[in-house]
C-alpha cells in the first residue's frame, strides 16, 4: 500500500518559517556534509526535507528531529541556498506547538518560561558568577553592555570565561557594565528548538531592557547570543552594534591595551565555533587574541568552515549524547593527535562539551579553554 | 607470420552509402570479427557482372557477401537489377559445381551493427569449413 | 599559411576555437576576408586537445584537424595566433583593431617546425597540455597537431642559455623579439571567446581534502585518456598506479548557487559518460561509477548513448559526494547519501576521481571594449535569444558558441554557421548600402 | 591489366602514407611494417608513416614528395574515407596535382578498431596492396561544372523555415517556401510562452512573418505538396503541388481567421495569404533545398497514463492551451469542476528502452530525448502554481533537463513556488488510475526513487502529459527525395560535427527540428546555419561535382544500346550517331553513377570513373595474393 502525501504539512512547514522546503532539489549533499557522518548518526536532513515535502512520516521523531545541531555546515555548501536550519526549526515548531517536545528540552523550556534560563537556576542567582570581583553595573556613560550567557552565569565550569573576561576587561580599561537579575537567556537555542512563541518572549524583555537602560554597544561572552542580537533582534526592532568577547581582546590586544606576557610556548590548537565562524564569519580575531600571548598556534585540518562542531548546538547541549555519538570526542582526539597542549575555543558550549569530551577520553594532558582563559592567564 | 595463405578470405563489396559506413560503424562500436574479412567500398554493387563474382573466387576467396543499401539504395531501381544480377551469378556457379553459399547478397543499413557481425561471422565460418573455392576446385577435379 | 595580415578584412573573428574556425570558414565561404585572432600559440581551441568526443566517439583530433587544415589554408583566411585583441573602436561605420602580437621570440616566418631548439632546450617544464602530468622544454612546439606548427618560448622559465639558438637551422629564434603591435579594420566582428573551466575545485563544498593528486578535472582525465596523452595509458598521478576503480563527480560547481553558477554546464553529463565509456575500453577491470543529480543526455544520440554506458556496467548513482579524505593506499575517500540504494550515510574509496567542474565564462569574453552586454549567467549576452542567438547589442558585432554559454561541441559549430550567417547577411546589406550611396 | 595503359603514359609513382592516428591504428597494427611492405610494392616510390596524416605536418610530408616529384599519386591509410578522403584530395590540389589520383585504405574503423594482433597488421597491408594497385590504375578526373541556380527552396514553414527563408534571401537568394498547409508558424504557433525569455510565441511569429511577406526575395507557396522532385546540386527541379484545403481540421482553422496577413493568431499561426482556390502545379528550378519540415509532438496510444481512456488525461500541449484560455484571477478548472491537484509525467514517448517499454503496433520506440520536454514542463508547472496557487502541482520525472541558457531557473522557480516533485525508474513507470473511492476522480501512484523507492499514491483530478517529439510526416518526401533517416526515424546529417546541417546528397541542408529535438532558439541557429551554406553554395553561381559518372570508350563500344536499356536515370544515357557509327553517350550532370550500365555492358565499353572493373580486379587480385606474399616471406 502506497503512502499519500499530505501536502498541507507542507504548507505549515512553510508557513511556520521553513520557507525554502521546496526550493530543495534533493542533491543530498546535506547529509554528506553532515557532521552526524563522522558518527554513523542517522539524522539525515535531505530525507527529512523529502518527508516533509511530502507531508510524510519519519521525520518528526525525537532522534531525528532533534538531532540537528543547526552548525550551518549544509546551509552554506547547498546547491540552492536552502535555509535548511530554519526548515528543521519549522518542523520542530509543529511539533513543540502541539507538546511534542522531547522531556529534557521540555525542562529547559519550562525553566526559560519560570527563569529567563535554560539551566533551572533561579533568576536571582544570575549574577552569582561574579562574587568576588569588580563588576560594574551597565549606566548609561558605559560604552558595552556586557552580556553573559546564561551557560556562565550558572554552570561552574563556564563561570570562570565571565570572570577571566571581567578581569581583562578591567586591565584594559574597557568602559563596560552588566545588568542583574532582570536579564532574559538570548532565547537563540530556544528558536531552534522550534519554541518560537518562548524566543519572542524572552527577546521582548531583553530588547525593553536594553531600551530602558540605553544601551547601543553589547559585548557578548556567546557566539550564540551574539548571533541573535545582531541578526535576530534587527527583525523584532533592536539594532544593536554587537561584537563577541573574542573580537574585542583581539583589539584590545592589537592595541597594546592588555598586558600580555607573550611567552605561554604552549601548543594551542583553536576551535572554531559553529555560531562564531560558519554562522557569523568570524575567523582571524580569535586566532589573534590567542597569538598574542605568544603560543604556538596549531591548525587542526577541519578548521574555519569545515570546523566540525563540538555538537552543542540546535539545543542538543542539554540532549544526552551517547559517547560514541559526541562529535566533541572526535575533536579533542583531533586535537590531542595534532599535539595540542591546550585547545582553545570561544563559545560557552563548546568548552562544556570538549571539556566532558577530554574527560571521557582520559586526555589528561590537554587543556579545554575559552580564550579569555587564555589570555588571563598570560596577564603579566 | 599470422596470416597465411591457408587462411581461407572473405570478400565483402560494400554499398557506399550504407553498408560500408555501416561497416565503420561496427568499427566504431570496436566489434570484432575476423581479420580475414576485406571491404570493398563499390556506389552500388549493381555494377558488377555476374561474371566478376566467379573471377573473385576464382582469385582465392571463398566466400564473398555483396552488401547493398536494400531498398533503402539510393539509386532508385538498382537494387532490383542487383537481385537478377546475382541470380545470373548462381546460374553461373551452379554451371560450374560451385558451393552457393559462397555468394550472399544482403542489405546493411549504417547503423545495421548486429546484421553486419552476423552476416560476417556466418560466411568467415563457412569460408573456415569449405575453404578457398579455387581448393575445392581443384580437389574436385582430382 | 598565411602570417602577415592585410590592413582591411571583411569579419574579424576573436578566438581561433573550433566556433571561432567555423565561422571563418563559413564566412570566407561567402567570399568573405576574415581574420582570426587567437590568444593561443595554436588554433583548435579546447576542443583539439580533448581525447574522443561524444556520441560518436570520433577522435577530437581527426574532427578538429581538418577544420584547422582547412581554415590555415583558405585563401580569404587570416590566422594571427599568439595574438590578442588590445583594443577596438568604431572607426568608420566599422571598426578599427588593435592587436598585440605576443613576442613568441620565434620567427614565424622562418621557423620549420623541426624541433631542433625544442631538443636542444635543458629546461623540463610541467606541460599544461598535457594536463601538467608530463614535462616540456622552455622552447617548444605546443603540441603534436599545432597550427601553425611553429615553436614559442617561455620567457619566465627560460635561462638565456641560447642553445635553441645554435641549433635552429634557420635561425628563426630571437631571444630579444618584442611584441608586437598591428592595426586593422574590418566591417563587422564575431565572438568566439570561449569559455574557461572552474580553476579550483569548488573548495567551500569539498574542503581541504579535495586538494590530492588523484582527484583530477575532467580535462586532465581528457589527457589522460587522448591517444597522444601523457602516459599514452590511464594511469594515476600520485604512483602510477592503474586504477581499479573511477568515479567521476558531476555538477562540480554547476547548478550551485552557493558557488554562483546557477546553470547547468550542459557537456559534464555527457563528458562523464565519454570518459567512462574511454576507460571501460582501456581499463577492462575497473569499476566506474558516475555521481550524478540528473543525467543530462538530450542531444541527438546522447540518450542511446548513456543507456549504453549503462549497459555496459557503468554504475550510476543519484548522490552529491563530498571529499573527505584519502586512504594510505592513495584512493579517494567519497561520501554521500544514498537515495535510491535503501539510504543513509555511505562512504566509498576510489582510485581516481574526476571532477567534471562547471564552464565559466572566459576571462576576456568581451576583448573589444564595446562593453557588449552580458546574460545573467555572465556569458555574452544576446537581443534575440530565440530566433538569432547569435545577435548582440551592439552593431556589427556577433557571437557564438560558448561565449554565449555552456554548449557541446554540435551546438557549437551549428552556432558558430548561424553567426557566420547573420554576420554575412549584415556584410551584405552594408555593401548594398554602400552601392546606393555611391 | 598494366598492359591496357596507353603506351605514353609513364609509370605511376605512388607515395603511401600511413597513420597512426595517435595510437588509434598503431597501437593495433604495426604501422612501420605496413609502410615497409609497401614500399615493397610495384610502383611505389615512397612509403611513409606519421602520427596524424591529416594534420598540418602530415599534410606538408605528402604534399612536399608531390612537389618535389616523387611521387604523382597518393595512397593514404588512416580512418574512414568520409572523415579525410577530402582533406588528402586537396593535399593533390595544392600540389598542383589532380585530386583524383588518390586512394584511401580504411585501416581505422575496418582495421585497428576491429581486429587486434598481427592479424590487425596483416589486414592492414593488405589493403595497403589493394589500395596501390587501384592507385595505379587512376586516372586523372575532370570535376564536373554544373551553373547553379541563384535559388533556394525551403521546405516547411514553422520558425526554421521561416529564418532560413529569411537569411538567404538576405544573401541575394531567391527564395520559395513551401509549405503544405495555409499556415505559417508549424508547431511554435502552438505554443503560448517560450522560455526563457517568456516572449510570447505569437509575437514572435508575427515579427518573422512580417520580414518575410515583406521581403520580395521569398514566394511563398502554401498548400503547396512537393510531388516530384529531380535534378541534382545547383539545379534541381521541383514541382509543387497547390491544392485548396479539404480537410475539416484545417477548414475549421481557416474559418476562425479574418483577412489573411503576417498577425499571429495565438495557438493558430499566421495566415499569411488567401489559400489557393484552384488546384495549380508550379514547376521550379532551384540550386538548393532546405528541409524544415519540423516535428510532431507524440501521440500516446490510448491506455498509456491513461490517456484517452479518461478526458482527464491532458498532454502538455493541450494544458498549456486549457491553460491559455482560462481568465486571469480564475481559478484552474477541467470541463466546469476545478483542479485542486495535477500530476505531470515527463518522458512520455521519449527516452524508451528496448525490453522496458512497448513499442505501439506498427511503431519503433522513440528511444532518443526530446530535449526541450523538461524545461517546457517545469516552464507550466511554475506558471500555474503561480496562477493557480490552490492546485497542487506533482511533477514525476526521470532527469530533469533543463540543461539550456535560463533553463534552471525555471526548475528553481518551479521547486520555489512548491512544485513537488518525484522521481521515477524506467521499470516503474507512474500508474494512472481512475479512483472512484477518494476525493479525486484519477489515482496515479509512483515509486519515487528518492524516497527509496516508496510507493506514493497522488489523488489528482488531471494527468498532464509532456509528450516527446517525433519526425514530421515526411514519408512521402523521403521517398520522394531520397532522404537519409537515422534509427530515430529524423533525418540523417552527414556527421554531427563535420557537417551537421548537410545531408549526404549535395544540395540538401537541414534546418530545425526535422534534424532532431530542439527548441526554438536552437532550431534558428539550425536555421541560419544551414542557409550560410546553401547561400555559400548558390551565390557562386556554380557548383563542382564529383566526377564519378559513366564514361565511354568508345573505341569498344559498338553501339549495341544495352546499357541504355539498363540505366536507371531518363536521359543519363543516350546513343547517338557519330563517325564511327551508334555509340552511347553519357549526360553528366544527370548520371548518378551507380554503375548499373557498367555490368550491362558486354564490351566493358562503359565504366563509372573512378570505380572502374579494371580498379577492382587490381584491388581484389591484390587483397588475394596479399597474405600468400607475405606468408612466403615470414
Redesign the interface.
Given at each position: 500500500m502506497g503512502q499519500t502525501p499530505f501536502i498541507e504539512v507542507n504548507q505549515a512547514i512553510v508557513e511556520s518559517g521553513g520557507v525554502d522546503l521546496n526550493a530543495c532539489m534533493q542533491c543530498g549533499l546535506c547529509a554528506a556534509v553532515c557532521p552526524w557522518r563522522e558518527v554513523a548518526g542517522e539524522f539525515l536532513p535531505r530525507l527529512m526535507i523529502r518527508q516533509g515535502q511530502l507531508g510524510l512520516e519519519g521525520y518528526e521523531s525525537d532522534d531525528v528531529l532533534f538531532g540537528c545541531t543547526t552548525c550551518n555546515k549544509c546551509v552554506i555548501n547547498c546547491p540552492r541556498e536552502v535555509d535548511i536550519i530554519g526548515v528543521m526549526r519549522a518542523m520542530r515548531s509543529l511539533v513543540v506547538e502541539s507538546g511534542g517536545a522531547p522531556e529534557t528540552l521540555k525542562a529547559v523550556l519550562g525553566s526559560c518560561h519560570a527563569n529567563g534560563n535554560p539551566w533551572s537556576e533561579p533568576r536571582e542567582k544570575r549574577m552569582a558568577w561574579s562574587e568576588g570581583l569588580e563588576v560594574p553595573a551597565f549606566t548609561p556613560d558605559k560604552e558595552h553592555l556586557l552580556f553573559v550567557c546564561c551557560t556562565s552565569c550558572y554552570e561552574q565550569r563556564s563561570q570562570k570565561i565571565a570572570r577571566s573576561l571581567v578581569e581583562l576587561l578591567n586591565r584594559a580599561g574597557v568602559s563596560y557594565g552588566v545588568l542583574g537579575p532582570e536579564q532574559n537567556c538570548c532565547g537563540e537555542s530556544v528558536r531552534k528548538i522550534g519554541d518560537e512563541a518562548l524566543f519572542q518572549k524572552l527577546a521582548k524583555a531583553n530588547l525593553e531592557m536594553f531600551q530602558a537602560h540605553g544601551v547601543k554597544k553589547i559585548i557578548t561572552t556567546s557566539p550564540h547570543c551574539l548571533q541573535t542580537f545582531s541578526r535576530d533582534y534587527p527583525a523584532l526592532g533592536g539594532e544593536y552594534q554587537v561584537i563577541h568577547s573574542s573580537q574585542l581582546l583581539a583589539e584590545l590586544a592589537a592595541a597594546g591595551r592588555l598586558p600580555l606576557s607573550a611567552s605561554d610556548g604552549r601548543k594551542v590548537a583553536y576551535h572554531d565555533p559553529c555560531y562564531l565562524g560558519r554562522h557569523g564569519g568570524v575567523f582571524d580575531p580569535p586566532r589573534a587574541a590567542i597569538s598574542a600571548c605568544g603560543v604556538q598556534v596549531v591548525e587542526l585540518e577541519r578548521e574555519k568552515e569545515f570546523s566540525l562542531c563540538c555538537g552543542g548546538g540546535g539545543g542538543r547541549v542539554w540532549m544526552e549524547t551517547p559517547p560514541e555519538q559526541r562529535f566533541s570526542l572526535l575533536r579533542v582526539q583531533e586535537a590531542a593527535a595534532a599535539g595540542a597542549q591546550v585547545l582553545a575555543t570561544a563559545c560557552p558550549y563548546c568548552v562544556s562539551l570538549l571539556e566532558d569530551s577530554r574527560k571521557t577520553a582520559g586526555l589528561e594532558d590537554l587543556r579545554i579553554m575559552e580564550i579569555s582563559e587564555l589570555l588571563a592567564e598570560n596577564l603579566g | 607470420m599470422h596470416a597465411t595463405a591457408q587462411q581461407p578470405k572473405v570478400l565483402i563489396l560494400a554499398s557506399e552509402a550504407c553498408a560500408y559506413p555501416g561497416a565503420n560503424a561496427v568499427g566504431q562500436a570496436h566489434q570484432a570479427y575476423s581479420d580475414h574479412a576485406y571491404i570493398l567500398r563499390a556506389p552500388s554493387p549493381a555494377l558488377f557482372p555476374p561474371q566478376f563474382y566467379l573471377d573473385c573466387l576464382d582469385q582465392g576467396f571463398a566466400g564473398i557477401i555483396i552488401m547493398s543499401c536494400g531498398v533503402e539504395c539510393p539509386y532508385e531501381g538498382a537494387y532490383q537489377v542487383l537481385a537478377q544480377r546475382v541470380d545470373q551469378a548462381y546460374q553461373l556457379m551452379k554451371t560450374r559445381g560451385l558451393d552457393l553459399r559462397r555468394l550472399r547478397l544482403t542489405a546493411i543499413c549504417t547503423v545495421c551493427n548486429r546484421a553486419f557481425l552476423n552476416e560476417v561471422n556466418q560466411m568467415t565460418r563457412l569460408a573456415d569449413e569449405i575453404g578457398p573455392a579455387r581448393d575445392a576446385e581443384t580437389a574436385q577435379a582430382a | 599559411m598565411n602570417h602577415a595580415p592585410e590592413n582591411h578584412y571583411d569579419a574579424l573573428v576573436v578566438g581561433g576555437g573550433i566556433a571561432g574556425l567555423q565561422a571563418a570558414l563559413d564566412l570566407a565561404e561567402q567570399g568573405f576576408r576574415v581574420a582570426v585572432v587567437e590568444e593561443d600559440a595554436s588554433v583548435g581551441g579546447k576542443m583539439i586537445r580533448l581525447s574522443k568526443v561524444f556520441p560518436t566517439l570520433d577522435c577530437a583530433s581527426c574532427i578538429t584537424t581538418p577544420k584547422m587544415a582547412a581554415a590555415a589554408h583558405h585563401p580569404r583566411i587570416s590566422l594571427l595566433t599568439y595574438s590578442r585583441l588590445a583594443g577596438l573602436e568604431r572607426a568608420g561605420g566599422g571598426f578599427a583593431a588593435r592587436i598585440e602580437r605576443k613576442a613568441r621570440f620565434v620567427d614565424e616566418d622562418q621557423c620549420i617546425g623541426c624541433r631542433q631548439c625544442e631538443y636542444a632546450c635543458p629546461v623540463l617544464l610541467p606541460d599544461a597540455d598535457q594536463g601538467g602530468f608530463a614535462a616540456r622544454k622552455a622552447i617548444y612546439i605546443p603540441f603534436g597537431n599545432a597550427i601553425p606548427q611553429v615553436a614559442l618560448r617561455e620567457e619566465e622559465n627560460c635561462t638565456f642559455c641560447g642553445k635553441c639558438e645554435k641549433v635552429c637551422p634557420t635561425g628563426a629564434v630571437d631571444l630579444l623579439q618584442q611584441p608586437q603591435e598591428i592595426s586593422l579594420t574590418a566591417e563587422a566582428v564575431v565572438l568566439a571567446t570561449g569559455f574557461r573551466l572552474m580553476t579550483d575545485y569548488p573548495n567551500r563544498a569539498y574542503g581541504p581534502a579535495a586538494r590530492q593528486p588523484n582527484l583530477i578535472t575532467s580535462l586532465q582525465m581528457e589527457r589522460l585518456l587522448a591517444p597522444h596523452g601523457p602516459y599514452m595509458r590511464v594511469l594515476r598521478p600520485s604512483d602510477g598506479k592503474e586504477p581499479d576503480s573511477v568515479a567521476f563527480i558531476q555538477c562540480a560547481g554547476s547548478r550551485d548557487l552557493n558557488l554562483g553558477v546557477p546553470y547547468c554546464s550542459r557537456v559534464c553529463c555527457m563528458y562523464a559518460i565519454k570518459q567512462a565509456m574511454l576507460l571501460s575500453g582501456a581499463l577492462p577491470l575497473a569499476d566506474l561509477t558516475v555521481y550524478y543529480l540528473d543525467i543530462r543526455a538530450f542531444g541527438k544520440n546522447y540518450e542511446q548513448f548513456f543507456q549504453n554506458a549503462k549497459a555496459m556496467g557503468v554504475e550510476f548513482v543519484k548522490a552529491k559526494p563530498v571529499v573527505v579524505g584519502s586512504t594510505a593506499e592513495g584512493a579517494v575517500r567519497l561520501r554521500y547519501e544514498d537515495q535510491e540504494g535503501g539510504g543513509g550515510g555511505q562512504e566509498r574509496e576510489h582510485d581516481l576521481v574526476v571532477m567534471s567542474l562547471a564552464v565559466l565564462p572566459a576571462a576576456e569574453l568581451d576583448p573589444t571594449g564595446l562593453g557588449v552586454g552580458l546574460g545573467a549567467d555572465g556569458f555574452l549576452g544576446s537581443v534575440s535569444p530565440k530566433l538569432a542567438p547569435p545577435l548582440t547589442d551592439q552593431e556589427g558585432v556577433f557571437a557564438a558558441g560558448t561565449a554565449l554559454g555552456p554548449k557541446d561541441i554540435v551546438d557549437t559549430i551549428v552556432e558558430a554557421g548561424a553567426a557566420a550567417s547573420q554576420a554575412a547577411a549584415y556584410l551584405a546589406a552594408r555593401r548594398a548600402a554602400g552601392r546606393a550611396a555611391a | 591489366m598494366s598492359q591496357d595503359r596507353p603506351n605514353n603514359h609513364p609509370e605511376p609513382k605512388v607515395g603511401v602514407y600511413v597513420c597512426h592516428?595517435?595510437?588509434?591504428i598503431s597501437?593495433q597494427v604495426d604501422v612501420e611494417q605496413v609502410a615497409r611492405q609497401a614500399a615493397g610494392l610495384p610502383g611505389v616510390t615512397a612509403a611513409r608513416h606519421y602520427?596524424?596524416m591529416?594534420?598540418?605536418?602530415g599534410?606538408q610530408m605528402i604534399l612536399e614528395d608531390l612537389t618535389s616529384g616523387r611521387v604523382d599519386r597518393v595512397v593514404v591509410a588512416s580512418?574512414?574515407?568520409?572523415?579525410?578522403e577530402t582533406?588528402f584530395r586537396?593535399v593533390l590540389r595544392?600540389a598542383g596535382l589532380n585530386p583524383y589520383l588518390y586512394e584511401h585504405a580504411?585501416i581505422?574503423?575496418?582495421?585497428s578498431?576491429?581486429?587486434?594482433?598481427?592479424?590487425?597488421t596483416?589486414?592492414a597491408t593488405?589493403?595497403v596492396a589493394?589500395a596501390t594497385a587501384k592507385a595505379r590504375e587512376l586516372a586523372p578526373l575532370m570535376p564536373i561544372r554544373v551553373a547553379a541556380t541563384r535559388h533556394a527552396t525551403v521546405i516547411g514553414g514553422g520558425?526554421a523555415g521561416l529564418?532560413a527563408a529569411l537569411?538567404l534571401a538576405?544573401?541575394?537568394v531567391e527564395v520559395a517556401l513551401v509549405e503544405t498547409t495555409p499556415f505559417l508558424g508549424g508547431n511554435l504557433a502552438l505554443l503560448d510562452r517560450?522560455f526563457?525569455?517568456n516572449?510570447a510565441a505569437a509575437d514572435?511569429l508575427t515579427?518573422?512573418a512580417r520580414r518575410v511577406l515583406a521581403q520580395e526575395r521569398i514566394s511563398l507557396y502554401t498548400c503547396a505538396r512537393l510531388t516530384g522532385f529531380s535534378g541534382y546540386v545547383g539545379d534541381f527541379h521541383l514541382s509543387l503541388s497547390q491544392a485548396p484545403p479539404r480537410d475539416d481540421e484545417t477548414l475549421e482553422r481557416l474559418a476562425r481567421f479574418g483577412e489573411p496577413g503576417p498577425e499571429c493568431q495565438p495557438f493558430r499561426g499566421v495566415l499569411p495569404v488567401a489559400p489557393p482556390n484552384a488546384e495549380r502545379r508550379i514547376e521550379l528550378n532551384t540550386g538548393a533545398v532546405v528541409l524544415a519540415t519540423g516535428f510532431r509532438h507524440y501521440q500516446p496510444p490510448e491506455g498509456e497514463y491513461g490517456y484517452r481512456q479518461s478526458s482527464r488525461v491532458l498532454t502538455l500541449p493541450e494544458f498549456i492551451a486549457l491553460m491559455a484560455a482560462i481568465p486571469a484571477g480564475q481559478p484552474l478548472a477541467f470541463e466546469g469542476s476545478p483542479v485542486a491537484?495535477l500530476a505531470l509525467v515527463h518522458c512520455v514517448g521519449?527516452?524508451q528502452?528496448p525490453g522496458i517499454h512497448e513499442p505501439p503496433p506498427g511503431r519503433e520506440l522513440n528511444?532518443?530525448?526530446s530535449?526541450v520536454c523538461c524545461t517546457a514542463s517545469l516552464q507550466a508547472a511554475g506558471e500555474a502554481r503561480e496562477r493557480f496557487p490552490e492546485t497542487?502541482i506533482y511533477e514525476l520525472y526521470r532527469?530533469?533537463?533543463?540543461?539550456?541558457?535560463?533553463?534552471?531557473?525555471y526548475?528553481?522557480k518551479a521547486?520555489?513556488?512548491?512544485?513537488?516533485?518525484a522521481?521515477f525508474n524506467p521499470e516503474d513507470p507512474p500508474r494512472v488510475e481512475a479512483d472512484d473511492s477518494g476525493d479525486n476522480p484519477l489515482k496515479v501512484?509512483v515509486k519515487d526513487?528518492?524516497?527509496?523507492?516508496?510507493?506514493?499514491?497522488?489523488?489528482v483530478d488531471l494527468v498532464v502529459l509532456a509528450v516527446g517529439m517525433e519526425p514530421g510526416p515526411v514519408a512521402e518526401l523521403t521517398q520522394l527525395m531520397?532522404l537519409?533517416q537515422?534509427?530515430?526515424g529524423?533525418l540523417?546529417e552527414v556527421?554531427?560535427?563535420?557537417r551537421?546541417?548537410e545531408l549526404?546528397?549535395g544540395g540538401l541542408f537541414l534546418a530545425g527540428t526535422c534534424?532532431?529535438?530542439m527548441d526554438?532558439?536552437?532550431a534558428?541557429?539550425?536555421?541560419?546555419?544551414?542557409?550560410?551554406?546553401a547561400?555559400?553554395l548558390v551565390?557562386?553561381g556554380q557548383v563542382e561535382l564529383e566526377p564519378?559518372v559513366a564514361t565511354v570508350d568508345l573505341a569498344r563500344c559498338d553501339g549495341c544500346g544495352d546499357c541504355v536499356a539498363?540505366c536507371?536515370r531518363e536521359g543519363a544515357l543516350t546513343l547517338i550517331e557519330t563517325a564511327a557509327g551508334q555509340k552511347a553517350r553519357v549526360e553528366p550532370a544527370l548520371c548518378?553513377?551507380?554503375?548499373?550500365c557498367?555490368?550491362a555492358c558486354p564490351a566493358e565499353a562503359i565504366q563509372?570513373a573512378g570505380?572502374s572493373?579494371p580498379q577492382?580486379?587490381a584491388?581484389?587480385?591484390a587483397?588475394?595474393?596479399s597474405?600468400?606474399e607475405?606468408?612466403?616471406?615470414?
Open positions: - | - | - | 592516428c595517435g595510437g588509434n597501437d602520427s596524424f591529416c594534420s598540418d605536418p599534410q580512418c574512414a574515407p568520409a572523415l579525410h582533406t586537396e595544392r580504411n581505422r574503423e575496418q582495421v578498431w576491429v581486429h587486434h594482433g598481427p592479424g590487425a596483416a589486414k593488405a589493403l589493394a520558425v529564418t537569411d538576405a544573401r541575394g517560450t526563457p525569455t516572449e514572435l515579427g518573422l491537484s521519449s527516452r528502452i528511444q532518443h530525448c530535449r497542487t532527469d530533469i533537463r533543463s540543461y539550456g541558457r535560463g533553463h534552471e531557473d526548475y528553481l521547486s520555489r513556488s512548491g512544485v513537488v516533485f522521481r501512484t526513487t528518492i524516497l527509496a523507492g516508496e510507493e506514493l499514491e497522488l489523488g531520397k537519409p537515422g534509427a530515430d529524423f540523417q556527421h554531427p560535427k563535420l551537421p546541417v549526404a546528397s534534424q532532431a529535438p526554438v532558439g536552437e534558428a541557429s539550425a536555421a541560419a546555419a544551414a542557409a550560410v551554406k547561400a555559400g551565390t557562386r564519378f539498363a536507371l548518378l553513377g551507380c554503375g548499373v557498367v555490368a563509372v570505380w572493373l577492382f580486379r584491388m581484389v587480385q587483397i588475394a595474393q597474405g600468400a607475405q606468408g612466403g616471406q615470414a
